[in-house]
Each structure stands twice: as structure tokens, then as C-alpha cells.
């Protein structure tokens, strides 16, 4: 297992527990009675969704010439976690942006894929935002996390490569 982490000791210490609770959610969800799911949500949940899209936060071009946007996922209103693609070197890169630049938050930006497992992170206090991180994953499916102030967003096994494809 290989695992590149630029991190501080209580950074990481909040984004695995930041990580434990997002495992942790969707078990709790599960064993709760439908019905108070039902009771327990806003009516006016789309206006919120509407009104959070509208703040998300736009890629800022981190990871530099040649990569484009192939994926995203809002954290919150507080920002967005961006997966771009450079098809020249068969790089991905992740970028985490927050809406709002300010006072530094704990922020992280995480890329990695199961086989062989690696992971590769920048976790800190930022400002603006958290990353780039890069990874060759050509032909593999990637894992993505972007994380501002305990909130976390990405997706799991995504943007999977040609499986035929070699890599180097």
C-alpha cells in the first residue's frame, strides 16, 4: 500500500473522523424508520438545493494546462471538490475550492484508486483551497474526497479508464 499525505497530526486526526461519519450516515439513515425520515425533512428541501447549486464554487485551474473538469461534487455551500483529466499524460487531479475564500479552514483534497491501493492527499489550513493532488490511474476507477471544515463530498470508484489501457 502506498499512501502520500502531507498532513498535520490533528488534520488528520479530523478528516478520519470527518471520514468515519460519512461511513457512519448512510447506516444510520438506514435503520431509521422511514417515516421519520419522511417527518424529520424540510418541505422546503428544493429551494435549499436550488440556493446551494447557485453558491457552488468554480474550478480555479490548479491543476494546471491541459487538464479539464470531468467531475465535481459540492461540498455543502461551502464549496466544491473538482476531478479534472489531462488525456496527454493519463493524469487525474483533484482540487478542492471553497465558495468563499477567508479565514483558513481545516481543508483536504484526496485522490486514490483500490488496486494497487494508493492514495494521495494535501491536508491543512487553507484559505482558498486544498490541492492539487495527482495521480496516474489510467485504466482504473478513482476514488475522490474534498473536505472544508468537517463537511465531505466525493465520489467512490468513478471515471474509470479504459480497463485495456497500460499503464506506465
Not at 96 to 116: D, I, Q
Request: aromatic content about 6%; hydrophobic content about 40%; some cysteine.
Amino acid at each position: 500500500m502506498t499512501i502520500i499525505r502531507r498532513a498535520s497530526a490533528i488534520g488528520a486526526a479530523v478528516t478520519a473522523t470527518a471520514c468515519a461519519a460519512i461511513a457512519l450516515a448512510p447506516a444510520a439513515a438506514a435503520a431509521e424508520p422511514t417515516t421519520q425520515r419522511a417527518a424529520a425533512a424540510p418541505k422546503a428541501a428544493a429551494p435549499k438545493a436550488t440556493a446551494a447549486k447557485a453558491a457552488a464554487a468554480t474550478y480555479n485551474g490548479a491543476c494546471g494546462g491541459g487538464y479539464s473538469v470531468v467531475n465535481s461534487a459540492q461540498i455543502g455551500t461551502k464549496g466544491t471538490v473538482f476531478l479534472t483529466y489531462n488525456s496527454a499524460t493519463g493524469k487525474n487531479c483533484v482540487v478542492t475550492v471553497r465558495t468563499t475564500p477567508g479565514k483558513a479552514v481545516h481543508m483536504t483534497a484526496s485522490l486514490g484508486f483500490a488496486s494497487p491501493t494508493t492514495t494521495v492527499s494535501d491536508t491543512g489550513y487553507y484559505t482558498t483551497y486544498a490541492g492539487p493532488v495527482y495521480l496516474d490511474a489510467r485504466g482504473l476507477c478513482v476514488t475522490w474526497r474534498g473536505e472544508i471544515s468537517g463537511e465531505v463530498a466525493g465520489k467512490n470508484g468513478t471515471n474509470c479508464g479504459s480497463l485495456a489501457a497500460n499503464r506506465h
